[in-house]
């Protein structure tokens, strides 16, 4: 194979564990190209032939589902960026609706409560603090990666919640 059709192949186990909106998959993508084309260039430069130099530089880069999932925060945060912008740009129209304000279970004041939170008062760095505070585990289940924290009891009779907010107690 020619260096090109290496980072190509490369690149495209990359893309196919990306998730998230095509846009940003495609700009990674393209930064993670550039990346390894220089990669790939150094190593010309210090006296390897082309298709080793792209394999010596994707060897730098790692496995593709690692590389993948160093991107996942970024494209969570758009695809959030994204959906505050819909909710945005959409609530009003809701509003406007025959019926009121709980035409379809939602209210227009409670809609742009909520995209102004997300626009202006989340702060996700704070969050990010709380569930990293925990220890971090990841297993495979059917051949997805699962990714989820652990928080230790605070009393044998309270039960904490794993899924989503997973400092939510149930009892």
């Given at each position: 194979?020619?260096?090109?059709?290496?980072?190509?192949?490369?690149?495209?186990?990359?893309a196919a564990a990306l998730?998230?909106?095509?846009?940003?998959?495609?700009?990674?993508?393209?930064?993670?190209?550039?990346?390894?084309?220089?990669?790939?260039?150094?190593?010309?430069?210090?006296?390897?032939?082309?298709?080793?130099?792209?394999?010596?530089?994707?060897?730098?880069?790692?496995?593709?589902?690692?590389?993948?999932?160093?991107?996942?925060?970024?494209?969570?945060?758009?695809?959030?960026?994204?959906?505050?912008?819909?909710?945005?740009?959409?609530?009003?129209?809701?509003?406007?609706?025959?019926?009121?304000?709980?035409?379809?279970?939602?209210?227009?004041?409670?809609?742009?409560?909520?995209?102004?939170?997300?626009?202006?008062?989340?702060?996700?760095?704070?969050?990010?603090?709380?569930?990293?505070?925990?220890?971090?585990?990841?297993?495979?289940?059917?051949?997805?990666?699962?990714?989820?924290?652990?928080?230790?009891?605070?009393?044998?009779?309270?039960?904490?919640?794993?899924?989503?907010?997973?400092?939510?107690?149930?009892?």
């Open positions: 194979m020619t260096s090109g059709q290496v980072i190509d192949a490369y690149l495209g186990e990359v998730t998230g909106p095509p846009r940003a998959r495609a700009d990674i993508v393209a930064e993670l190209r550039s990346g390894l084309l220089d990669a790939a260039d150094a190593h010309r430069s210090a006296g390897l032939a082309a298709a080793p130099a792209a394999e010596a530089a994707i060897g730098e880069f790692g496995d593709p589902r690692q590389v993948a999932a160093a991107f996942r925060p970024e494209l969570t945060l758009t695809q959030a960026r994204r959906l505050a912008l819909t909710l945005v740009a959409t609530g009003p129209l809701i509003g406007l609706l025959p019926g009121g304000d709980l035409v379809y279970g939602l209210g227009s004041g409670w809609l742009k409560e909520l995209a102004g939170y997300w626009r202006t008062g989340h702060d996700r760095r704070r969050h990010e603090a709380r569930v990293t505070s925990h220890p971090q585990f990841t297993t495979t289940i059917d051949g997805q990666n699962i990714h989820f924290p652990h928080a230790a009891r605070e009393a044998p009779d309270v039960l904490v919640s794993d899924i989503g907010d997973f400092s939510r107690k149930v009892c």
